[in-house]
């Protein structure tokens, strides 16, 4: 008889465990999701010139983005103007898949980028992206043509998608 009340404190103690673990895992899930926005917004932040930033400004998700290549706009809270557009586009490199973020402002001009995944020559890939935010024009990387060629086409892609995007949103691209 002692056994079947020893299970049976033990069965109430595992479940006020469980209910416990799941009542922090509630109040925890907002703090992570929390986090996660603010280094979101912070990533998006380092894609844009200073002037596009301040607390007049806020970035909303593309309801129809796909969560693999998620688009966001800048939106202007007073005036709902869209001042900018971010998309995610890749191509395929030499040794796989380029991944690249992108700023493109309303009038379509590219604004920054970011390389988000690689698995070129890691000199190649950041020497040419650097290259790229200083003169846009660069099309070439002596030893890296086909990584050149990609992370270009990726840019090329993420411009027209963000032009697109700009169209949908009421943006104003040329």
């Known amino acids: 008889m002692s056994a079947w009340r020893a ?6 103690l595992t479940i ?5 673990l ?9 703090l992570r999701r929390d986090i996660a926005d603010r280094d979101t917004q912070a990533a998006l932040r380092s894609l844009l010139p200073p002037a596009l930033s301040g607390p007049s400004l806020q970035w909303w998700p593309f309801d129809d983005a796909d969560p693999g290549n998620p688009a966001w706009r800048l939106v202007h809270r ?5 001042m900018a557009v971010i998309v995610t586009a890749s191509a ?3 040794s796989g898949d380029i991944v690249l973020q992108v700023a493109v402002d309303r009038e379509g001009r ?3 980028s970011r390389l988000q995944r690689h698995h070129e020559t890691p000199a190649y890939a950041g020497d040419l992206t650097a290259r790229w935010q200083a003169d846009p024009n660069v099309d070439q990387l002596t ?3 086909i990584t050149a060629r990609a992370i270009t086409a990726a ?6 998608q963000a032009l697109q995007r700009l169209r949908v949103a009421g943006g104003t691209p040329r």
């Not at 299970?7 to 109430?12: D, E, M, P, T």
């Open 7 to 12: 299970l049976f404190a033990l069965s109430g």
């Open 16 to 20: 006020a465990a469980v209910l416990l």
């Open 22 to 30: 799941q009542a922090l895992d509630t109040r925890t899930a907002a």
């Open 78 to 82: 007073d005036t709902d103007a869209v």
């Open 92 to 94: 395929q490199g030499y």
């Open 110 to 112: 590219l604004l920054g």
């Open 143 to 145: 030893g890296a043509t």
């Open 155 to 160: 840019l090329d892609a993420a411009q027209q």
